[in-house]
């Protein structure tokens, strides 16, 4: 089947197709199983291949010009997304607004954390799986939207500094700037869901907060949004420690990969051990991600298989 898709709008032909078609690459690739062929001509995209193909690539174009919409510079990780509610075009996915940008899930795990996050059944989120998946950049989302609406004073994050061991008093600098290298991440999504300037105001007025775990003991985080970021290199001691933090009115995000533990490898790691004695307590909500919620560079999801078979393979 052959046919030419055009845009509502022509002048975005040229964002949809992407830097040197680079869009349009990746929609062959994703649909690669029905021969998919996308080529633009003049004021449109011709498409060839199967009808299936061609049909699912028409609707994932007809999305991401939505997107691109609102925001032009919308790339790979919208045209993903759209290429996936293509393909199950009956789910509905809700989405953050009030931010400086849309944010939308693009895979059906991400939109059940999403409702997780932004629901009042659980206080205590846990968001396991694989590097790429959204769990730090959604969840930071949602903590940037709580400020917003004004549903948490504070946004407090914290994350395991294992590369200096906690011990973080030999750095130069104040707290805030010791820890800067290992939440740079964090900052990036505040920067992206906030805005830079409203992002810094809001760390100049301690109304958002960094700290190391070792910083946490002895507090208790009333009205806050808290993220728990790389927890799979907390003790169990450490995660004990933080999770008994909650205070009234506040909400815990808890995100990290099982597969990625740096900690010693006599020291167990405190996610994973949460994860076990949590299952099934009132208020406590999981969503695991797999590879298949990488939103990465395709070949990330490829990546990740490869090592996850490498490991069952029991080969060294």
């Known amino acids: 089947m052959s046919r030419l898709w055009e845009p509502n709008d022509p002048a975005l032909l040229a964002y949809i197709c992407g830097p040197n078609h680079m869009h349009l690459l990746l929609l062959e690739e994703a649909l690669s199983e029905g021969k998919l062929s996308a080529e633009s001509q003049g004021e449109g995209i011709r498409l060839k291949g199967s009808a299936e193909a061609v049909s699912l690539a028409e609707d994932a174009l007809a999305a991401f010009e939505t997107v691109l919409t609102r925001n032009n510079e919308a790339g790979v990780a919208a045209l993903e997304g759209a290429i996936e509610q293509a393909r199950a075009p009956s789910q509905t996915y809700g989405s953050l607004t009030g931010l400086k940008v849309l944010i939308k899930p693009q895979t059906d795990r991400q939109a059940e954390y999403l409702d997780l996050l932004t629901g009042a059944k659980n206080d205590l989120i846990f968001g396991v799986g694989p590097a790429g998946t959204g769990k730090t950049f959604l969840a930071v989302a949602a903590g940037a939207a709580a400020l917003k609406s004004k549903t948490a004073a504070r946004l407090i994050i914290t994350r395991p ?5 906690e011990n973080l008093g030999f750095l130069p600098g104040d707290l805030e700037e010791k820890v800067e290298p290992y939440l740079r991440p964090i900052w990036d999504a505040l920067n992206e869901t906030l805005g830079a300037d409203q992002a810094q105001r809001l760390r100049d007025k301690k109304v958002i907060e960094v700290a190391p775990l070792a910083f946490m003991r002895g507090r208790t985080l009333k009205n806050a949004f808290v993220i728990m970021d790389e927890a799979q290199n907390a003790t169990i001691a450490q995660m004990k420690m ?5 205070g009234r ?5 808890v995100t990290g990969d099982p597969g990625q533990v740096d900690l010693p490898r006599s020291q167990p790691s405190g996610l994973a051990h949460a994860l076990r004695i949590l299952e099934g307590v009132e208020g406590v909500g999981r969503v ?3 590879s298949k919620d990488v939103r990465r560079h395709a070949l990330v999801s490829r990546i990740i298989n490869a090592y ?3 490991a069952k393979s029991g080969e060294p």
């Open 308 to 310: 996850d078979r490498d």
């Open 249 to 253: 009115d506040s909400r815990m995000v």
């Open 242 to 246: 933080v999770l008994t933090r909650l």
């Open 288 to 290: 695991a991600f797999t």
């Open 161 to 165: 500094a294992v590369e200096a061991g």
